[in-house]
Antibody
Framework: QVQLVESGGGVVQPGRSLRLSCAAS????????MHWVRQAPGKGLEWVAV????????YYADSVKGRFTISRDNSKNTLYLQMNSLRPEDTAVFYC?????????????WGQGALVTVSS | AVQLTQSPSSLSASVGDRVTITCRAS??????LAWYQQKPGKPPKLLIH???NLEIGVPSRFSASGSGTDFTLTVSSLQPEDFATYYC?????????FGGGTKVEIK
C-alpha cells in the first residue's frame, strides 16, 4: 500500500533553515509528481510546491518562492523540501502528497504531516 | 493566482440530510478540480478527482459536478462519519490553490 512518511520537522528560529524529507513506499515514485502542502494551526490548506515525476519541472506558491526548494531522489524513494529564511508565518504542519499523474493534478495520497514551528 | 471561494464556510446538518457545498473559481479551470475531506488531526483524503469522478473506495453518497468556474459537492444522505471539513482544489493553473474550506457540523 502507498505510504508517505515525513520527517525533519521541529522548532527553528526565524531566519534559519530546515529540510523536510518524505519517504515514499508502495508505488513507483519515479512515475508521479509529488507535492508539499501546509496547514497553519487552525487554518486551511495551502499548496506549497510540486515537482514533476522526473524532477525537471518545479512550481512554487508565491509565499515561498525564492526561499523554499523542492527536490527528489527517485533512487532513494525520497522527496525533500529545503526551507530557508524561515518566518513565523511558516509555522504549519507540512504534508507531502502524491500526485495522481506526472506533475500537477489531484493529490491522491498524503502523509501524516510534520510540524514546523518557527519561533525565537 | 486562481481564487477558489467555497460556500458556505460552515453548516450544521443532521444525519440523513442532503448537503451541497459550492466552489467558485475566479477564472475557468475546466475540469481541473478535486474535492477533499479532512477530519481533525488527520491529513486530507481525496474524495473526487477531475471535478466529478468518485475516488475508489469513497461511498456513492458523495457526488460532484461542474466545469469552468462553478462546482458542487453533494452528500446525498449525511452519515456520522461525514462530519468534517471539505476543501476544493484547482490544478488547471500554477500555483495550485485550495478553497477556504467548509466545515460540516452536527446539528
Amino acid at each position: 500500500q502507498v505510504q508517505l512518511v515525513e520527517s525533519g520537522g521541529g522548532v527553528v528560529q526565524p531566519g534559519r533553515s530546515l529540510r523536510l524529507s518524505c519517504a515514499a513506499s508502495g508505488f513507483t515514485l519515479s512515475s508521479y509528481g509529488m507535492h508539499w502542502v501546509r496547514q497553519a494551526p487552525g487554518k486551511g490548506l495551502e499548496w506549497v510546491a510540486v515537482i514533476s515525476y522526473d524532477g525537471r519541472n518545479k512550481y512554487y506558491a508565491d509565499s515561498v518562492k525564492g526561499r523554499f526548494t523542492i527536490s527528489r531522489d527517485n533512487s532513494k524513494n525520497t522527496l525533500y523540501l529545503q526551507m530557508n529564511s524561515l518566518r513565523p508565518e511558516d509555522t504549519a504542519v507540512f504534508y507531502c502528497a502524491k500526485d495522481y499523474r506526472s506533475e500537477g493534478s489531484n493529490l491522491d495520497y498524503w502523509g501524516q504531516g510534520a510540524l514546523v514551528t518557527v519561533s525565537s | 493566482a486562481v481564487q477558489l471561494t467555497q460556500s458556505p464556510s460552515s453548516l450544521s446538518a443532521s444525519v440523513g440530510d442532503r448537503v451541497t457545498i459550492t466552489c467558485r473559481a475566479s477564472q475557468g479551470v475546466s475540469s481541473g478540480l478535486a474535492w477533499y475531506q479532512q477530519k481533525p488531526g488527520k491529513p486530507p483524503k481525496l474524495l473526487i478527482h477531475d471535478a466529478s469522478n468518485l475516488e475508489i473506495g469513497v461511498p456513492s453518497r458523495f457526488s460532484a459536478s461542474g466545469s469552468g468556474t462553478d462546482f458542487t459537492l453533494t452528500v446525498s444522505s449525511l452519515q456520522p462519519e461525514d462530519f468534517a471539513t471539505y476543501y476544493c482544489q484547482q490544478f488547471y493553473f500554477f500555483p495550485l490553490t485550495f478553497g477556504g474550506g467548509t466545515k460540516v457540523e452536527i446539528k
